[in-house]
């Protein structure tokens, strides 16, 4: 949010627009594929029939029976997105034809949507370096100095919008790990559900290269926000030097997003732990369980046995040495005298 915006003047601007959004499966499956087609073939906007043709591979993918015309499907969809702000339309005039673009907000929701993709470690990584090769050039301009213009373009601009759009793309990317995490947990919980007996090597299989990601990224984090402190306590120094108060505050705003980084990494490896712990205790209890289980079952078809040969606890125990035969044979000598 821009420094000069508070929350007041926000939620006004917002009501007074009147926004709302409220998108189907299949809306939100056609602006990522005008997302897609704009990246593929690199053109900003779209004509009609292209918007058309992109609808048409939407439908293919949903294998919907409707017998309602595409094209006016493909027409009703446009006009939600038109009234939602999710796509404009610049009227064309004499022989130009109308050309219809993605906006900014489309284009959010949809990386919003799909950055899971790339929600990697290799994608971290490469997010750190970009953040750290721009530091390092804002650090070398901020030691150099300049004039006001100088200042502006080359330290406070890439600062409030390049860096910190990076940073906020590693923030999304941690927002999506945590959604796959959720995922993993319910699909444990599932597996438990279903037929634990049979699921524990999958379930502990799930638990361990969950936590072994975690670990991983948990030391790409820890590294790199190292890496990126010290470039901008550098930066800090120069700033403070020129007095670039507006830079200073920028610095400041960007190590409160580290720490926040930071701190994600290390309370999201303790929850991770703690419902590792959890689940293992979940089967520990049950494993205990099954053994009784299996004594009791045993115990029971002993006394079956028992219960349908009935003259085996018939007699009383000082009685039953004859039953023996051997103490009471003709041949046998007595050994003592009573």
């Given at each position: 949010m821009p420094a000069s915006k508070n929350i007041p003047s926000l939620i006004s601007t917002i009501l007074t627009q009147g926004i709302s959004l409220k998108l189907q499966p299949a809306d939100?499956?056609?602006l990522a594929a005008l997302r897609y087609w704009k990246e593929t073939e690199s053109q900003p906007e779209f004509s009609e029939e292209e918007l058309h043709v992109v609808f048409q591979n939407v439908e293919k993918a949903r294998l919907d029976d409707n017998s309602e015309d595409s094209s006016k499907r493909c027409n009703d969809v446009i006009r939600r997105l038109l009234q939602q702000h999710l796509l404009i339309c610049l009227e064309g005039g004499g022989h130009r034809h109308h050309a219809y673009l993605i906006?900014?907000?489309s284009e959010q929701i949809v990386d919003s949507v799909c950055v899971g993709m790339e929600a990697s470690k290799e994608a971290l990584s490469t997010l750190f370096m970009t953040v750290a090769t721009h530091l390092r050039e804002i650090r070398d301009?901020?030691?150099q100095g300049g004039n006001e213009p100088f200042w502006k373009l080359q330290v406070e601009a890439p600062l409030n919008i390049t860096v910190n759009q990076l940073v906020t793309s590693i923030d999304h990317r941690q927002r999506q790990l945590?959604?796959?995490?959720?995922?993993?947990?319910?699909?444990?919980?599932?597996l438990l559900k279903q037929d634990w007996q049979n699921s524990i090597n999958q379930c502990e299989q799930l638990l361990t290269s969950t936590q072994n990601h975690l670990q991983d990224l948990q030391q790409l984090l820890l590294a790199s926000c190292h890496e990126l402190r010290s470039l901008l306590d550098a930066i800090s120094r120069y700033c403070e030097q020129a007095s670039r108060h507006d830079a200073i505050n920028s610095v400041i705003r960007l190590e409160q997003h580290l720490d926040r980084i930071e701190h994600w990494s290390s309370e999201r490896m303790n929850h991770w732990e703690g419902f590792h712990h959890r689940v293992h205790q979940y089967l520990r209890q049950f494993v205990t369980?099954?053994?009784r289980k299996a004594l009791m079952e045993r115990v029971r078809k002993a006394s079956e046995v028992i219960r349908h040969c009935p003259g085996i606890c018939a007699t009383p125990m000082k009685n039953r040495w004859p039953d023996c035969g051997i103490l009471n044979h003709p041949g046998r000598k007595k050994i003592w005298h009573g």
């Open positions: 939100l499956a056609y906006t900014p907000l301009s901020a030691e945590d959604q796959e995490a959720i995922n993993t947990r319910k699909e444990v919980v599932e369980m099954d053994e």
